[in-house]
């Protein structure tokens, strides 16, 4: 349902753009997020555009560096920049139609793409 293209491997402090587009929908009624997932870890929230106001949530360890968007299209962004090793990790997009809730816990999400790999070399 979801597909997630633009990851590669970079050095430390260049820039990448994620996007994630859907398979016969625009997924534009529903709260959009990015999470990521380093090996050996779980998978993390990294950025969100809600649905319920239509504003934009970063984690922390991001904010200031990604930013995510989406086109009229549907098409959502997830723009990297000053990436860091610990950046390192599969990234993947997802939707959910929930209007209360914690956005950033994964289980409130229905639609998942299969993963782009960011790979960030010191």
């Known amino acids: 349902r979801l597909a997630e293209s633009g990851g590669g491997s970079v050095q430390a402090g260049d820039s990448l753009r994620l996007s994630c587009s859907g398979s016969g929908r625009t997924f534009m009624g529903y709260t959009m997020a990015w999470f990521r997932q380093a090996p050996g870890k779980e998978r993390e929230f990294v950025a969100a555009?809600?649905?319920?106001?239509?504003?934009t949530a970063h984690a922390d360890s991001v904010k200031g560096r990604f930013t995510i968007s989406r086109d009229n299209e549907g098409t959502l962004f997830l723009q990297m920049n000053s990436l860091k090793p610990e950046d390192t990790a599969v990234y993947y997009c997802?939707?959910?139609?929930?209007?209360?809730?914690?956005?950033?816990?994964?289980?409130?999400?229905?639609?998942w793409g299969q993963g782009t790999q960011v790979t960030v070399f010191s």
């Open positions: 555009l809600r649905k319920r106001d239509g504003n």
């Open positions: 997802a939707a959910g139609a929930f209007l209360l809730g914690d956005f950033r816990a994964t289980r409130l999400y229905t639609y």
